[in-house]
């Protein structure tokens, strides 16, 4: 059976992302941030990276690992971040763009 969110709760765990974003320092470098489906909730790093957050479990730990991973990345690099935990738990995962 799915789950059914409503919007105060989509609501809610966009403000949470926006917060766990700003206390990283990187609020500013996202473009747009997709709640609709809660359990693949995912954002845009300005137009280099497409960051799949997966539900909304643990995302402090996520958005500071979305953090990290950005930060040593080369500057010619863009893809997709997948911090679902879904392929290794607590690891992030990275795919360039075809």
């Known amino acids: 059976i799915p789950l059914i969110y409503t919007n105060e709760q989509r609501l809610t765990t966009a403000l949470d ?3 766990y974003l700003e ?5 500013g470098q996202v473009a747009s941030l997709d ?4 359990g693949d909730i995912q954002l845009w ?8 957050l997966g539900d909304s479990s643990q995302l402090g730990y996520k ?7 950005i930060a ?3 500057d010619y690099q863009s893809g997709v ?3 679902t935990f879904t392929t290794y738990p ?3 995962g990275y795919r360039p763009f075809e």
């Open 23 to 27: 206390r990283n320092g990187i609020l």
């Open 63 to 69: 958005i500071s690992m979305m953090a990290q991973m």
């Open 35 to 38: 709640v609709n489906n809660m």
């Open 17 to 19: 992302i926006l917060q």
């Open 81 to 83: 971040l997948d911090l």
């Open 45 to 52: 790093y300005n137009d280099k990276y497409q960051v799949k």
């Open 90 to 92: 607590d690891k992030g």
């Open 72 to 74: 040593q990345m080369d």
